[in-house]
């Protein structure tokens, strides 16, 4: 008989080196892994995965019928197209804004950098019901610092299409950018300066080279944003006024539905929701794992 120990380890079969690798393994930490792996997802599953899953199971229980019959309604017709009206504008906005922000942040040093950087966080920090009252305040057309003078000029903020549009804005904003400081602060500038040194302006660095590093910090802040600005009710409920067929938004729509006994349809407007931020978010898992993949070959 061969004695095992006496085999080298390179010249052992595969099986026999995982079975003896195995052997000197304690079986204390393999088994807190499986409970940490356990705890973690039953922990995601009842916070998540259960909730939105009964959200689609009651959108289907009574067949197609009524979400076809929902999504015929004209009044749930304008809260969606309200609702993608708002979540576009916020998206293009916080892109434009959070873009430029992490720029400023990361490659310039200035007075207050660090006050700046903390009052970012102030749309993720407080309720969105305190942020829709700020608006109100500084918005509102009889004693508002900026309402004022806007009515003056006609333009109504509040209790219309723009007031949405701004709180939307405004909870969505870090978004973006915490998504995008990172990134350009592990890629550094020395991509940028070898293109400076090479001729090119200040528009062609910012396009050719610091857009395509921070592409998939930049896609993930928009699919974030995106999911948030269609999601927002707190803040949107304040400065819409929630006026039927004007300045409802879907989100709205769905509790007005709910607490009138309208839950078929509440499922159907819920489910479409939560279906968009899904969609969006393993789309750009996917293409994600796709360009890894394809840098690693």
Same mark, same amino acid.
């Given at each position: 008989?061969?004695?095992?120990?006496?085999?080298?380890?390179?010249?052992?079969?595969?099986?026999?080196?995982?079975?003896?690798?195995? @052997?000197?393994?304690? *079986?204390?930490?393999?088994?807190?892994? +499986?409970? %940490?792996? /356990? !705890?973690?997802?039953?922990? =995601?599953? $009842?916070?998540?995965?259960?909730?939105?899953?009964?959200?689609?199971?009651?959108?289907?229980?009574?067949?197609?019928?009524?979400?076809?019959?929902?999504?015929?309604?004209?009044?749930?017709?304008?809260? @969606?197209?309200?609702? *993608?009206?708002?979540?576009?504008?916020? +998206?293009? %906005?916080? /892109? !434009?804004?959070?873009?430029? =922000?992490? $720029?400023?942040?990361?490659?310039?040093?200035?007075?207050?950098?660090?006050?700046?950087?903390?009052?970012?966080?102030?749309?993720?920090?407080?309720?969105?019901?305190?942020?829709?009252?700020?608006?109100? @305040?500084?918005?509102?057309?009889?004693?508002?610092?900026?309402? +004022?003078? %806007?009515?003056?000029?006609?333009?109504?903020?509040?209790?219309?299409?723009?007031?949405?549009?701004?709180?939307?804005?405004?909870?969505?904003?870090?978004?973006?950018?915490?998504?995008?400081?990172?990134?350009?602060?592990?890629?550094?500038?020395?991509?940028?300066?070898?293109?400076?040194?090479?001729?090119?302006?200040?528009?062609?660095?910012?396009?050719?080279?610091?857009?395509?590093?921070?592409?998939?910090?930049?896609?993930?802040?928009?699919?974030?944003?995106?999911?948030?600005?269609?999601?927002?009710?707190?803040?949107?409920?304040?400065?819409?006024?929630?006026?039927?067929?004007?300045?409802?938004?879907?989100?709205?729509?769905?509790?007005?539905?709910?607490?009138?006994?309208?839950?078929?349809?509440?499922?159907?407007?819920?489910?479409?929701?939560?279906?968009?931020?899904?969609?969006?978010?393993?789309?750009?898992?996917?293409?994600?794992?796709?360009?890894?993949?394809?840098?690693?070959?």
């Amino acid at each position: 008989m061969v004695d095992i120990a006496s085999v080298p380890q390179a010249t052992r079969p595969s099986s026999t080196r995982r079975a003896s690798s195995n @052997l000197g393994r304690p *079986a204390g930490p393999r088994i807190g892994r +499986v409970a %940490l792996r /356990v !705890v973690v997802i039953g922990y =995601v599953g $009842l916070l998540v995965a259960w909730p939105v899953s009964l959200v689609f199971w009651n959108t289907f229980a009574d067949g197609l019928a009524p979400v076809i019959e929902t999504f015929t309604d004209p009044l749930v017709l304008a809260s @969606l197209r309200l609702t *993608a009206i708002a979540a576009a504008w916020s +998206v293009v %906005l916080n /892109v !434009v804004f959070g873009v430029t =922000v992490s $720029l400023v942040l990361v490659r310039y040093e200035f007075p207050g950098k660090r006050l700046l950087n903390a009052v970012l966080d102030l749309p993720l920090s407080v309720s969105p019901v305190v942020v829709g009252l700020s608006i109100v @305040l500084v918005y509102e057309s009889t004693r508002g610092i900026f309402g +004022v003078p %806007l009515a003056a000029a006609g333009i109504q903020v509040l209790f219309s299409t723009p007031g949405i549009i701004l709180a939307t804005t405004f909870i969505a904003m870090p978004l973006v950018i915490r998504e995008i400081v990172p990134v350009l602060t592990e890629v550094g500038t020395e991509q940028e300066q070898a293109a400076r040194s090479l001729g090119a302006s200040g528009p062609q660095t910012f396009w050719r080279i610091t857009i395509p590093a921070i592409r998939w910090g930049l896609t993930y802040g928009v699919v974030l944003c995106l999911a948030r600005s269609i999601g927002e009710f707190g803040a949107v409920k304040v400065v819409s006024g929630n006026l039927i067929g004007q300045t409802q938004t879907a989100t709205l729509m769905v509790e007005q539905m709910y607490f009138d006994f309208d839950q078929e349809q509440a499922f159907a407007v819920a489910g479409l929701l939560a279906s968009i931020s899904i969609i969006a978010i393993v789309v750009v898992s996917v293409l994600r794992s796709r360009a890894e993949k394809k840098g690693i070959s």
